[in-house]
């Protein structure tokens, strides 16, 4: 038996789209999708005229997101919000400039290795080899 869902109408929420193939899953899990009672959906390996292949993914809800963690694992996706049925903003990500609690240091000599440091501020010096200093030690911390 098939059980059929229809994904492609979606009447309210957000759509995650262009998702590097493959990374489908690490979005929806660093966004906490999986904790929402809401319907999220996550297609992988959707056809792509731009990408060959790629990710997606809907969510019907209005989720406050947080573009910084996206924009770390994935700077290419565009997240459209969908309102009755159609799409009414559409945002493209970029590395965000500064990243507070999601990098560690990677300098074994650095205090917050040392100490029980969470929340590390990183800010973007490179953004073509996507490379952040620390703020304690200012050692590079590529993604
Ligand atoms: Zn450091």
Redesign the pocket.
């Given at each position: 038996r098939i059980i059929m869902i229809n994904v492609s109408k979606l009447k309210k929420g957000i759509v995650l789209d262009h998702i590097t193939q493959g990374h489908g899953y690490k979005v929806f899990e660093q966004l906490g999708l999986d904790k929402l009672d809401d319907v999220v959906v996550l297609m992988r390996n959707v056809d792509s005229k731009k990408m060959g292949k790629k990710d997606l993914i809907k969510i019907e809800t209005d989720l406050k997101l947080d573009f910084d963690v996206l924009g770390l694992i994935d700077p290419g996706i565009s997240v459209t919000y969908v309102s009755d049925g159609v799409p009414v903003k559409k945002l493209h990500l970029t590395l965000p400039e500064t990243v507070t609690g999601i990098l560690t240091?990677?300098?074994p000599r650095?205090?917050?290795?040392v100490e029980k440091i969470d929340e590390?501020t990183f800010r973007l010096v490179d953004p073509d080899k996507k490379q952040y200093?620390?703020?304690?030690?200012?050692?590079r911390?590529s993604l």
């Open positions: 240091c990677k300098n650095c205090i917050t290795n590390i200093a620390c703020e304690y030690c200012d050692a911390t």
